[in-house]
């Protein structure tokens, strides 16, 4: 009996001895997910959707006809060019972690390196969680792609397509790729570390392209005869179908950004429909109210201002936050897009500052409280009042690094080879002058 007693405890030692070794084995490699990867690919498809043609047309139906092209042009070179320096360095400069540790705040919490450098390293087999890295390397290439494009608004009809080329390739690197890697970079970014809250782009997207835009308009002056002469968009029917596009493109931008088909991403699709809805429905409303009449520019730039703002919070609001959030966003952007801008005098062609980057901050901020268990949501906050603190700070920092930067392209880009077009060119309009191709054939 003595002696089974000490082979029983003896194997019950042996047996705990062995517990740690399992409990705290390495966890296992990450292993293709082929649902995952379905669902990353479409909604990689989806986000390029948005700019091309999504975007395009819906900035191309609110400049005048003489200017359509233009438009549609840089939409569509930007998208070319931006390609070739996300393979050159882009990805590379955006998701390095070389010399990142969560704590240590270095160079590398702001930039990365150059390792992945024309994709070195990227293989078929190359993973990023549970789908191909060649896919991930995709995924962000179209957020690249379209947060320069978001700027071509705010500068539209004046602006010389050579000097935005130039432009866009030294605002996509100076600006938006730290950004980029400060909130996405993984542990040991700068934004990351301190906490900041951004599912899918809304201070690397669109308060980083808005504030740009602002800055733009700005140096490079008011088009002629802004704001005494009608300039009224030429086809809204374009600006519907722009603006249809990017609300079916945008569950590929948030929903895409749990990086897989998982119940994250189900959510960040349903409160992406809700916000949407609801902040089209809130700009309608008070435009009724307060111009006795509802338009369609209304509705379509209400329903862009609520994909704005939940972008950030996509990921961790409730549905109810989500309905608040967008007739918060509908309502404000009503305002900042007509009055605000009205009383400031600045020439924000297709308000990009009204709708992106106010949106864009409203929903940076909102994303704190929302993703408390307390007002419905999903995330880890507990302590709302803290993290709402962190989340100003996040923004305010991302308005200071893009205004700074982009007034600094912007002007040396003006003193070195222009800006703007001439008058006569202006006059003509930029199908014509730039490009000497007609939008319309009107013979």
Same mark, same amino acid.
């Given at each position: 009996?003595?002696?089974? %007693? ?6 019950a ?15 296992p490699?990450p ?7 379905? $669902?990353?690919?479409t909604? /990689?498809?989806?986000?390029l ?16 006809? &003489?200017n359509l092209?233009?438009? %549609?042009?840089?939409?569509f070179a930007i998208?070319a =060019?931006v390609?070739v320096?996300w ?5 590379s400069?955006?998701?390095?972690t070389?010399?990142m540790?969560?704590?240590? /705040?270095n ?7 150059f390792s992945?450098a024309?994709?070195?390293? #990227?293989?078929?087999?190359?993973l990023?969680? /549970? ?6 390397v995709?995924?962000q ?5 379209? /947060? ?8 539209a009809?004046r602006?010389?397509f050579?000097?935005l @080329?130039?432009?866009?390739? @030294? ?15 993984g542990a040991?970014?700068f934004?990351?570390d @301190?906490?900041?809250?951004?599912f899918?782009?809304?201070t ?5 392209a ?7 308009? @700005?140096v ?8 005494n ?6 086809n809204l ?8 596009? =990017?609300?079916?493109? $945008? ?8 990086v ?5 991403a189900?959510?960040?699709m ?6 949407t ?9 008070v435009? $009724?109210?307060t ?12 329903a862009v201002?609520? =994909? ?11 549905p ?11 309502v404000?952007c ?5 009055r ?9 062609s297709l ?6 980057a106010?949106?864009?901050i409203?929903g ?8 408390a ?5 999903f995330?880890?906050?507990?302590d709302v009042? #803290?993290q %709402?603190?962190i989340q100003? &700070? ?9 205004a700074v =930067? ?7 880009i003006a003193?070195?080879?222009g800006l703007?077009?001439d ?7 930029l199908?014509?002058? %730039?490009?000497?191709?007609r939008?319309?054939?009107l013979?």
């Amino acid at each position: 009996m003595r002696s089974d %007693l000490r082979r029983y405890t003896s194997g019950a030692i042996t047996a705990l001895a062995l517990l740690p070794a399992v409990s705290f084995a390495q966890a296992p490699t990450p292993k293709l997910d082929s649902g995952d990867t379905a $669902w990353m690919l479409t909604a /990689t498809m989806l986000v390029l959707l948005m700019t091309i043609p999504g975007l395009a047309l819906f900035y191309g139906g609110m400049v005048r006809a &003489k200017n359509l092209l233009s438009v %549609l042009m840089q939409c569509f070179a930007i998208t070319a =060019l931006v390609t070739v320096l996300w393979v050159a360095y882009g990805y590379s400069v955006a998701f390095d972690t070389t010399g990142m540790s969560a704590g240590t /705040t270095n160079l590398h919490s702001f930039v990365g390196g150059f390792s992945h450098a024309m994709l070195a390293g #990227l293989t078929p087999g190359s993973l990023y969680n /549970t789908v191909p890295e060649a896919v991930f390397v995709m995924f962000q290439m179209t957020f690249a792609i379209i /947060t320069p494009a978001l700027i071509v608004g705010a500068i539209a009809e004046r602006m010389k397509f050579s000097a935005l @080329l130039v432009f866009t390739a @030294l605002w996509f690197t100076i600006v938006y790729l730290p950004i980029a890697h400060m909130v996405w970079g993984g542990a040991g970014s700068f934004l990351g570390d @301190l906490g900041v809250l951004d599912f899918a782009g809304g201070t690397v997207v669109h308060i980083n392209a808005g504030i740009a835009g602002l800055v733009g308009c @700005l140096v490079i002056g008011k088009r002629r005869g802004y704001p005494n002469t009608p300039m009224p968009p030429h086809n809204l029917g374009y600006t519907l179908v722009g603006a249809s596009m =990017l609300w079916l493109g $945008w569950f590929g931008f948030n929903a895409g950004s749990a990086v897989a088909a998982n119940g994250s991403a189900g959510m960040a699709m349903l409160v992406t429909q809700i916000a949407t809805a609801a902040a089209a429905i809130g700009w309608t409303a008070v435009e $009724w109210i307060t111009h006795r009449r509802p338009s369609v520019l209304g509705i379509a730039s209400g329903a862009v201002a609520g =994909l704005v703002a939940i972008t950030p919070a996509a990921g961790t609001a409730g549905p109810g936050g989500a309905l608040v959030l967008g007739l918060a966003a509908g309502v404000i952007c009503f305002f900042c897009a007509t009055r605000l801008k009205r009383k400031l005098g600045y020439d924000d062609s297709l308000d990009v500052f009204g709708v992106h980057a106010i949106a864009g901050i409203v929903g940076a901020l909102l994303t704190g409280p929302l993703a408390a268990a307390t007002f419905g949501g999903f995330g880890t906050v507990t302590d709302v009042g #803290l993290q %709402l603190w962190i989340q100003f &700070k996040g923004v305010a920092f991302t308005i200071v690094w893009s205004a700074v =930067l982009s007034y600094a392209i912007f002007k040396g880009i003006a003193v070195t080879m222009g800006l703007r077009v001439d008058e006569e060119q202006e006059q003509v309009g930029l199908d014509i002058a %730039l490009h000497e191709e007609r939008g319309y054939n009107l013979s």
